[in-house]
């Protein structure tokens, strides 16, 4: 056939398809009349419009409006107009419904810096990884990172960040652990609020992710989590609980994974009863990517949106209403849940973006918020801060390729990365030349074999690059000796990252150092030390890593985590002191591997290919497991060093016995001889009754301001009952149990400081609550009253 006549054909059969679509719309598929297209059709302008214009769509637009229109880009899918964007909804222009653009991720937003066709750029900035963001203790540091990450969000013409994301560290091998902010369900709540609100302060929208109990990357599509009640409400569920009631985020990501054998996205037990019942959440929900198998049961379970989406999804939710198994107006309430928050949207109110967010601005931003997420594991003798006068000898691989965050969806395009190395020369450090030229030879040389090439990810460019880990640089005794004759400090950098669709390993390369790295701790130490010269250890990593077997032969360690793009910068401002390290732990560091709780039970079983992960181990996850079964932590919970020194006076509570509220207080002073900022955690020991309580429970942080020498700072905290109860299954309530309970207020989880005591006379039930997602198979738990 001629062109012509091809193009005549594609004509025609737009013609026919118009009429049709014109009838469908005059006669809806139901049979009931829907809206003529005349003057009267609504459209969407305000809350109040909502009814009717839900009332004017054809069930073909219900049954799309609550499905994406695919990923863009993917699978002939064409490109949305922001490159890199991940999802987009259905549009209805006839009801003034517009397609709303959503973008990844929780280190920054993730699309493609660049397009087809333009010369323009579309950088993003990668900020810290939320692990360290969470490690600032400060929840003033995140909410500035939010509103820096939400500006580019808007400035790009995006609408929803698929952003913060808050599952519970469970077991420290989990690949997306960097993606999330502690093992502890109140700093994972308070740090998720925090970035909700300084997102959405730019009139765009914040995703709390992924909804719930989604700890692992083995099988993560289809995995059953198998857990009690208790430990799902006073674990997995509870951040999510403080995140919704503090920020009330425009949505909720549903998980992939099952939970007590129903998969969260088709769940109405967690998606409906415990989100909207009970915690009156007023936002809407939206699928995890290709989630679920039964689009009808989304529905109904109160997933309001189904993503990417595919229009065989649309179909099964039409055919459903039309033979009656599912009802109508339970995607009307979808629907309308939805609209809720395309209302708010910028794109709905046609707002102006400039494609030019500040990155300079937000650049400082990133490393300001990276210099406070650092922790001082270690510094014997002040190795650090390190003398700018010095000479310095930087060694390990990941000095060059430093890592600015973890790979997958949540990895960002940003423009560049400052390097430790770079870093250290920008803020003046004077560096071993001879020997950094060698690592930076060795890179270049390997990164040149197809083994070791850096590639495009496999899910595409907008999703960054695999980066092949390249075998540390093995150093002859020579070279090692020549450095530390002619510098004055060894700094040694160990990196590790991961990511999403990959758990990481408890081996050497991972979780382990490897024999390489190990023998450069050795031999550097013992040629720095034989002189009286200090090693210092940066970690570049993303999660724990084992320490305990090479901690001792150092002199300094700095966790500088994945630090985001201005990662050299910031590990120099807080190695030459301009910044005062004041990052703590919100992970436990164990000894080894097998002193995890969850050790046993992760990724699940059949070993070979798991189907159930059984959460043996309860309640008992981190902190709250090694302090109430006295297992010894390398770098416990809450951990951190300063350049400073803090001293705590005045612990108490303002009353014996317990009314409704407590409030505790405490004072704390720099009685060291640098400026520095304390972040000071409060714990509650409950006493065992009807329930066993763990040893340790952080119940409320603060961080201080930047303490002067010698200057205090008086610091309240307020509780209620809520916030002291458990979760009693039997009565599916949380209680606040008779007895006497001590408040604990300290520098970390081991460092109590001071312990003030109070009583509640009579158990009090504080709440009730739907009594859902029961396991259906009895649970092997572990209990203090096993021990
Ligand atoms: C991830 C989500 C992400 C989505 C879109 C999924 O694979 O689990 O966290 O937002 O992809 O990229």
Do not use: C
Request: no cysteine.
């Amino acid at each position: 056939m001629h062109e012509r006549q091809k193009s005549s054909t594609r004509l025609i059969k737009v013609a026919i398809t118009t009429v049709a679509l014109a009838l469908f719309a005059t006669v809806g598929v139901n049979g009931s009349i829907a809206n003529a297209k005349d003057n009267t059709t609504p459209r969407l302008v305000d809350k109040k419009s909502i009814d009717a214009v839900i009332n004017a769509m054809t069930l073909e637009e219900k049954s799309k409006l609550v499905v994406g229109q695919g990923m863009p880009g993917f699978m002939g899918k064409p490109n949305a107009s922001v490159a890199g964007a991940v999802g987009k909804t259905y549009a209805i222009p006839r009801l003034g419904i517009p397609s709303l653009l959503f973008a990844d991720g929780p280190a920054g937003l993730r699309i493609l810096p660049t397009r087809e066709g333009e010369t323009n750029t579309y950088y993003a900035t990668a900020f810290p990884i939320a692990t360290a963001l969470a490690s600032t203790w400060d929840t003033k540091v995140v909410n500035s990172v939010g509103k820096a990450q939400g500006n580019e969000v808007k400035e790009y013409g995006l609408d929803i960040l698929l952003a913060p994301a808050l599952n519970i560290q469970r077991n420290l091998l989990n690949g997306r652990n960097f993606e999330y902010y502690s093992e502890d369900s109140l700093v994972s709540g308070k740090m998720a609020a925090a970035m909700v609100n300084g997102v959405e302060s730019n009139g765009v929208g914040a995703t709390i992710k992924h909804f719930a109990a989604n700890n692992q990357e083995t099988n993560r599509m289809t995995i059953d989590t198998v857990l009690s009640q208790r430990a799902l409400r006073e674990i997995y569920l509870k951040g999510f609980e403080i995140a919704i009631e503090a920020s009330n985020p425009w949505s909720v990501m549903s998980a992939y994974n099952k939970i007590n054998g129903t998969t969260a996205s088709q769940n109405k037990d967690l998606l409906t009863t415990i989100l909207r019942d009970d915690w009156n959440y007023k936002g809407f929900v939206m699928s995890d990517w290709f989630a679920g198998t039964n689009a009808v049961e989304q529905m109904k379970a109160g997933n309001e949106l189904i993503m990417p989406g595919s229009a065989e999804q649309s179909t099964a939710i039409e055919n459903a209403v039309k033979n009656g198994t599912l009802d109508e107006k339970i995607l009307d309430r979808n629907i309308k849940n939805f609209l809720l928050a395309v209302l708010e949207s910028p794109t709905f109110k046609k707002s102006n973006f400039s494609n030019k967010p500040n990155l300079k601005a937000n650049a400082q931003v990133a490393r300001q918020a990276a210099a406070q997420g650092m922790v001082l594991l270690k510094n014997n003798k002040t190795s650090l801060p390190v003398s700018k006068n010095g000479h310095i000898g930087l060694f390990g691989n990941t000095q060059i390729e430093t890592i600015k965050g973890g790979t997958g969806s949540g990895d960002v395009n940003a423009k560049y990365t400052v390097s430790i190395a770079d870093g250290l020369k920008n803020a003046g450090y004077k560096l071993d030349e001879t020997l950094y030229k060698k690592y930076q030879s060795y890179i270049s040389t390997l990164r040149q074999m197809d083994e070791y090439k850096i590639k495009d990810s496999p899910w595409g460019p907008a999703f960054g690059k695999v980066t092949p880990v390249i075998p540390e640089k093995s150093l002859s005794d020579a070279e090692i000796q020549t450095a530390a004759d002619k510098t004055n400090t060894a700094v040694i950098v160990i990196g590790r990252n991961s990511g999403e669709g990959i758990d990481r390993k408890n081996e050497k390369g991972d979780f382990l150092l490897t024999d390489q790295e190990q023998a450069m701790i050795t031999n550097v130490s013992a040629k720095y030390h034989a002189q009286g010269k200090k090693v210092v250890v940066i970690l570049n990593i993303g999660g724990p890593i084992e320490v305990a077997s090479w901690r001792d032969k150092v002199d300094g360690i700095l966790l500088a985590w994945q630090p985001g793009q201005e990662a050299g910068n910031a590990v120099a401002d807080v190695l030459s002191g301009a910044v005062n390290p004041s990052g703590k732990l919100a992970q436990t560091f164990p000894i080894k591997y097998s002193d995890i709780s969850s050790a046993k039970n992760f990724p699940g079983t059949p070993s070979d290919n798991p189907t159930k992960v059984v959460y043996g181990e309860d309640i008992y996850v981190g902190y709250r497991y090694y302090s109430t079964f006295n297992v010894k932590a390398a770098y416990e919970f809450g951990y951190g060093l300063s350049y400073t020194k803090f001293d705590y006076s005045k612990i108490g509570v303002n009353q014996k016995k317990f009314k409704n509220k407590i409030k505790v207080s405490a004072t704390v002073q720099n009685t060291g001889s640098k400026p520095g900022q304390e972040a000071v955690e409060v714990y509650i020991s409950a006493p065992n009754g009807k329930l066993e309580k763990p040893k340790l429970e952080l119940k409320a942080f603060e961080k201080t301001k930047e303490l002067k020498p010698g200057q205090k700072q008086n610091l309240s905290f307020e509780l209620d009952a809520k916030d002291l109860a458990s979760f009693d299954e039997s009565q599916s309530a949380w209680i606040l149990e008779k007895g006497t309970y001590q408040v604990k207020v300290g520098a970390s989880s081991e460092n109590i400081k001071g312990t003030a005591t109070f009583t509640v006379d009579k158990t009090i039930v504080v709440e009730k609550v739907s009594n859902v997602l029961a396991p259906q198979e009895s649970i092997d738990k572990l209990s203090q009253s096993k021990q």
